[in-house]
């Protein structure tokens, strides 16, 4: 999609989103974002409950799986395997 220039100031909608996102951040500050985001998450967590996220997990792993194959799982397995023996290693190694 090409990007629209407002005729009066020869901005595109996307930049004129990204000033006034960089503006409300300069006003609002780091804890105003923490505390909406603590309150969103909130929210969530009362609309979908345990049940809500145990099915949000299951869709999540279901797509991974089907992502990676078991291909992807044994190379996984491979990287994990090898991060255990070098942390085993500096382990033996510090004490």
């Known amino acids: ?35 909406i985001g603590k309150k969103g998450g909130e929210a969530r ?5 345990a049940q809500g996220y145990s099915e949000l997990g299951k869709k999540g792993g279901e797509a991974r799986k089907m992502e990676l194959g078991p291909e992807g799982y044994a190379q996984l ?11 085993i290693e500096k382990g033996k190694e510090v004490a």
Do not use: P, S
């Not at 220039?5 to 960089?22: F, P, S």
């Open 1 to 35: 999609m090409a990007a629209k220039k407002n005729a009066d100031r020869g901005m595109t909608v996307r930049e004129a989103g990204q000033k006034g996102g960089v503006t409300t951040a300069e006003r609002h500050g780091r804890e105003f974002y923490e505390q």
């Open 45 to 49: 967590k009362e609309q979908l409950g």
């Open 77 to 87: 397995g491979e990287l994990g395997g090898r991060k255990v023996r070098e942390l």
